[in-house]
């Protein structure tokens, strides 16, 4: 009888940080749901939000390509990469995760150390880009394990960075301080030219410096210590005066330190804009009907519920996160919102200012990360299925209480 009120339930995750992709996510609640409302229409769409999996979303949603790369990983080694060509009509379209690239979970955990990690890899997948025809690049940001400022991705695409002695500075954010000299004359020529767009969609709200920058905020999920967030501080702060004596920004008074999404990717928004990419909200490009592949306030505005999800809920959510994102939208049309997490973290209650209405762990029960981790998927399931008996129970409760 109840279950009759919920006939559209609509999916809207993000991926889970080193476990779940937002596709793998998506399909576990859909399984969830449709444990206990058999008669639903279930609609799920994967959210790409820059971090892992949004190039194989986007090249899914527009029937592209994937195209495996061989390039240098965080740790200088070389592993295996890939970006993604859009489908028709955006077939000139290149799609990078700097994730494939630089990302936190290519680096074991025992190695993590954002003085040594390295963005050169983004560099590389843009060059590669380029070599495949593309006339406009998309550079997802998101899940990075770098903190270099995006040093690496410009070493990579030419452009020669030295110290005092005239010597190119080693890869790492331990060499931000080094910087003395930033040289163009070498950068590749469709950038130097300003030929290729660069769009970097990204998070508005992370900055390079400051109390909120790159370093105090993520520098200590990426393996930095208390003395290797003051350096980093304190290596990007130098970093950012030297992008602003000289760039390559048709905004010649650029804030390399503080403009909205110069922080993104470990202060890659930072150093790809110095050669002119444009710094967007990330909801804005990829939930655009173009790439999506769906009118997504349509799609809400139809949905009796909508779930979304997220590996962690807590006081960033609301920074920009795709649950924060969901919830404005799902707002505009008082649609209910449930968001599932791996955890519920610090002030994970302040999402309910912004239109989620009840939040949930999928873990059931003290266990180790790794088997959480392993587990994800059936935990996902499990817990969605829970979750839709709880709001069925409620939905029992109110309507005998209007009985009475």
């Known amino acids: 009888m109840y279950a009759n009120s919920l006939k559209n339930i609509l999916i809207l995750p993000s991926g889970f940080k080193e476990s779940l992709s937002a596709t793998q996510v998506a399909e576990a609640i859909k399984i969830g749901v449709a444990k206990s409302l058999l008669a639903a229409m279930i609609k799920a769409i994967p959210i790409a939000d820059g971090g892992e999996d949004t190039a194989h979303i986007l090249a899914q949603q527009t029937q592209g390509k994937i195209i495996p790369k061989t390039i240098t990983g965080p740790l200088g080694q070389p592993i295996s990469s890939y970006f993604a060509m859009l489908g028709q009509p955006y077939q000139h379209v290149a799609v990078i995760e700097m994730a494939a690239a630089a990302g936190l979970k290519l680096i074991p955990l025992e190695q993590r150390n954002p003085m040594l990690t390295t963005s050169f890899g983004v560099g590389e997948l843009i060059k590669a880009a380029l070599a495949e025809g593309a006339t406009q690049i998309i550079v997802g940001c998101g899940d990075s394990g770098i903190s270099d400022g995006g040093m690496g991705a410009l070493q990579a695409l030419g452009v020669n960075i030295t110290d005092q002695a005239s010597q190119t500075v080693q890869l790492g954010g331990q060499a931000l301080q080094q910087v003395v000299q930033i040289d163009y004359s070498s950068l590749i020529a469709p950038l130097r030219e300003h030929k ?69 990717s470990g202060g890659l928004g930072a150093g790809l804009a110095a050669i002119g990419a444009s710094l967007c909200p990330r909801f804005e490009v990829f939930l655009s009907q173009d790439l999506l592949g769906h009118d997504l306030d349509a799609q809400i505005q139809h949905a009796d519920l909508v779930i979304t999800a997220e590996g962690a809920i807590d006081c960033q959510t609301l920074r920009g996160k795709v649950p924060a994102e969901i919830a404005r939208r799902a707002a505009k049309y008082n649609k209910p919102v449930i968001a599932l997490a791996g955890t519920l973290g610090n002030e994970a209650h302040c999402v309910y200012d912004i239109g989620i209405d009840a939040i949930s762990s999928i873990v059931p029960r003290p266990m180790s990360l790794e088997h959480a981790i392993t587990q994800s998927e059936t935990l996902m399931i499990q817990a969605t299925e829970r979750l839709i008996k709880s709001v069925l129970l409620g939905m029992k409760i109110a309507q005998q209480q209007r009985c009475v």
């Open 196 to 264: 290729v767009e660069i769009k970097l969609a990204l998070n508005p709200f992370n900055i390079l410096c400051g109390p909120q920058g790159v370093a105090p905020v993520f520098g200590p999920q990426k393996g930095a210590s208390p003395d290797q967030v003051q350096q980093l501080s304190q290596g990007l702060e130098h970093w950012a005066k030297q992008l602003k004596k000289n760039h390559l920004n048709p905004i010649q008074n650029f804030d390399f330190a503080y403009a909205s999404g110069t922080g993104a």
